[in-house]
């Protein structure tokens, strides 16, 4: 019941704030029960690896301010995977690590910039849409130069 729980737990969409560390615990504590040759043998027969689910799960977080915790689930279930099949993964496949350090290093990014910039970049995005009053609605409003 124990593998199952935490089987269920990789699929879990709520809470959404939570939901992406929740899987990265859950896989967390499969790679540690995946070292019993015992618990390879079951969790390679589910669907979630025989139908390759879980790599559906790698694709994107389930909220995207979670990334890092993304990252994470990223890197457990890549060992999982290489420790149910017994196969390195391919450097090719969707989850390298080089592409796993990439992601990591984007979410640990803080962007910011100039909230004038942000603002005429929206105006000349509304002119370019044909937006024109609304664009000049914006400059009005936020007080932008001409």
């Known amino acids: 019941n124990g593998i199952k729980v935490l089987l269920s737990l990789l699929s879990v969409k709520m809470p959404i704030t939570d939901a992406d560390q929740i899987r ?4 967390k504590a499969l790679v540690g029960l995946s070292r019993s040759s015992t618990v390879r043998q079951i969790i390679s027969k589910l669907p979630l690896f025989s139908s390759c689910q879980i790599q559906q799960l790698m694709k994107e977080p389930v909220l995207q301010d979670k990334r890092s915790e993304h990252v994470k689930f990223c890197k457990y279930a890549a060992e999982l995977i290489e420790r149910v099949s017994g196969k390195p993964l391919l450097i090719g496949t969707d989850v390298s690590l080089a592409r796993l350090q990439k992601a990591d290093v984007v979410a640990q990014s803080r962007i910011s910039f100039p909230e004038k910039e942000l603002l005429l970049l929206i ?6 849409k044909g937006l024109g009053e609304t664009a000049t609605i914006l400059t009005k409003e936020a007080d932008l130069p001409m």
Do not use: D, E, V
């Open 24 to 27: 990265a615990l859950a896989c």
């Open 123 to 128: 105006r000349n995005h509304l002119i370019s």
